[in-house]
């Protein structure tokens, strides 16, 4: 979904984090990435963003990618789920009982081929942030995917982690947690916090930078 104003976002934060980064930013942004071990392209829109991503996974692997609201609007999501080039892991987990097959759902969802998703925050000195309720998501960007995939909004671009934490807490959050009631009819939290300052692995982790308000 993009950037929106919402009751609980105050109007100057709303012009602070949902604005697009300009070029400048970007460049610099970007490079401190690539100096941390992060790969970095950069897409002009959603639509050039999806053939990047696209791209980027070897036919037939083992897909995953957490709750999105960048997948969603960007419709990389509604791609990954097409039957027959991939291993789409949400629909068949869909299907699964969470009660009797829990054990299972977790070893699928903690250590995919690839893992898509985004962050909440990118800093200028080249770390990611990103916060989430369960917690779900934080496992195989870390470790546990063999390679990750971030699409990434240049609103979510901060200075550093000061910023990234209050754009998360006073920002992305109020927005995500109208979503989840919406969507689910429950709360959500900021419960878990990942930072990620380097990757140590070369060529695991891209982030696709779009030049376009993408996600919270």
């Known amino acids: 979904m993009s950037s929106q104003l919402h009751p609980d976002v105050d109007r100057s934060l709303t012009s602070r984090f949902a604005a697009v980064a300009g070029d400048a930013r ?6 401190a990435l690539e100096a941390n071990g992060i790969s970095v392209l950069r897409a002009a829109n959603a639509a050039e963003a999806k053939r990047i991503v696209l791209g980027l996974i070897p036919a037939g692997s083992q897909v995953h990618h957490g709750a999105s609201q960048t997948l969603e609007v960007s419709r990389i999501a509604e791609e990954l789920e097409r039957p027959g080039r991939y291993q ?8 699964m009982d969470r009660e009797t097959q829990a054990d299972e759902i977790r070893r699928l ?3 995919p081929d690839v893992m898509l998703g985004s962050v909440h925050a990118v800093t200028e000195t080249g770390s990611l942030v990103t916060a989430s309720a369960s917690g779900s998501q934080l ?3 870390v470790a546990g995917a ?11 671009i901060v200075s550093d982690l000061e910023e990234a934490l209050l754009r998360i807490d006073e920002y992305a959050f ?3 947690d109208a979503r989840a009631q919406a969507a689910y009819g429950m709360h959500s939290g900021v419960n878990k916090v ?5 990757e140590w692995m070369p060529g695991r982790t ?3 930078l779009v030049d376009e308000a993408l996600g919270f």
């Open 26 to 31: 970007v460049t610099r942004t970007a490079a």
């Open 88 to 95: 789409a892991l949400r629909p068949r987990i869909s299907s």
């Open 109 to 111: 969802t903690s250590s």
């Open 139 to 141: 496992g195989p960007y």
């Open 146 to 156: 063999g390679k990750v995939i971030l699409v990434v909004g240049t609103q979510k």
């Open 174 to 176: 109020p927005l995500e």
């Open 194 to 198: 990942l930072i990620i300052n380097r």
């Open 206 to 208: 891209t982030v696709v």
